[in-house]
């Protein structure tokens, strides 16, 4: 199995910053990409910030320059640097590893528990 702890998150006021991270351990050969999406109230789950294995990065639009996803490839995590952040921002954020579990196995999409993001205007 694969788990994915997710810390960080909660309340901050407008303009605040906030720096979420995931672990990912267990039966883990390989990581592609690693990212974090998240999900507001009625609406749906949407990317906000992902990073490959090499390094590149993408971002949604909403979140360019204000939001830095990073890696840490030695200990299978991934963090999520929050700037200037918003009332607009709060949601549900989830974290996503795309992971091989041995050599020659498939790659598999797995989630960390949602952590709650509240940017008070």
């Known amino acids: 199995q694969v788990y994915l702890v997710v810390s960080g998150g909660g309340l901050v006021q407008a303009g605040g910053s906030l720096r979420l991270s995931c672990a990912a351990s267990g039966s883990i050969f390989r990581i592609n990409a690693m990212g974090w999406y998240r999900q507001a109230p009625g609406k749906q789950r949407e990317l906000v910030a992902a990073i490959t294995s090499g390094g590149s990065t993408n971002y949604a639009d909403s979140v360019k320059g204000r939001f830095t996803i990073s890696r840490d490839n030695a200990k299978n995590t991934v963090y999520l640097q929050m700037n200037s952040l918003k009332p607009e921002d709060t949601a549900v954020y989830y974290c996503?590893?795309?992971?091989?579990?041995?050599?020659?196995?498939?790659?598999?999409?797995?989630w960390g528990q949602g952590t709650q993001v509240t940017v008070s205007s």
């Open positions: 996503n590893a795309v992971v091989a579990r041995g050599s020659g196995s498939y790659y598999n999409s797995y």
